[in-house]
């Protein structure tokens, strides 16, 4: 399983782009890499998924280096709705998803 | 946009009390999931249930718990004889598929709070 490693915690200011950066050194090759965002008190959401390179939908966008030993997610202009915790998630684990501690991201205008 | 309803949103129970929690998963969804946070601590992975059966269990997940998908469309969770470290935050998932490529829709939660 791989383990991952994201700072605890990051604050922003609205408009200003914001990188997460999580440390997967031991991925493997058929591990995929994905975010999930959660607000105070409210389910995990899927942010976006990658293999490798680079993935954008309309919420953010996911930078892959050619080792993906680690991975960044990208948000763009973030509002103060945007403060919650990112989870990086990767790999498979069965039947289940494992949660690490995440990255609060505190947004202040 | 199809989401994952729970009931209730807050409940209260004393200490060895039974209670069942509540979902309605996304409804062309085969795969449901249980999960608990408990305050400030990660989200933990209870149960997942698929094809009327159990398909995996953390070690969390002992005889006080029960699953069952009573009819078409809810998936409750029991707990048997609460205690007070059962205080957490639940919540269901479900997925159209199993794998790591596949996105799990998680519902709003349940705040259960035993006193």
């Known amino acids: 399983l791989a383990k991952t490693t994201q700072p605890i915690s990051m604050d922003s200011y609205e408009g200003q782009e914001v990188n997460i950066t999580c440390s997967h050194n031991?991925?493997?090759?058929?591990?995929?890499i994905t975010w999930y965002q959660q607000f105070p008190s409210q389910g995990p959401r899927f942010i976006i998924q990658?293999?490798?390179t680079k993935v954008t939908n309309e919420v953010a966008s996911l930078f892959i280096p050619a080792d993906r030993k680690s991975s960044t997610l990208s948000l763009p202009r973030v509002s103060l709705s945007d403060t919650a915790v990112y989870y990086c998630?990767?790999?498979?684990?069965?039947?289940?998803?494992?949660f690490g501690a995440g990255t609060i991201l505190r947004v202040k205008s | 946009e199809p989401e994952v309803t729970q009931t209730p949103s807050h409940q209260v129970t004393q200490m060895g009390q039974e209670v069942i929690l509540r979902c309605v998963p996304i409804s062309n969804h085969l795969y449901f999931y249980w999960y608990r946070q408990i305050l400030g601590q990660k989200v933990e992975f209870l149960v997942s249930?698929?094809?009327?059966?159990?398909?995996?269990k953390s070690e969390i997940f002992d005889d006080q718990f029960s699953v069952e998908r009573p009819d078409g469309s809810n998936f409750t969770l029991k707990i048997r004889s609460t205690k007070l470290e059962d205080s957490a935050m639940y919540f269901c998932?479900?997925?159209?598929?199993?794998?790591?490529?596949?996105?799990?829709?998680f519902g709003q939660g349940t705040r259960l709070t035993v006193v």
């Open positions: 998630l990767v790999g498979e684990y069965g039947n289940k998803l494992v």
């Open positions: 998932a479900s997925s159209s598929s199993q794998g790591q490529n596949t996105e799990a829709f």
């Open positions: 031991n991925i493997a090759t058929n591990d995929y």
């Open positions: 249930f698929y094809n009327n059966e159990i398909s995996e």
């Open positions: 990658g293999y490798k």
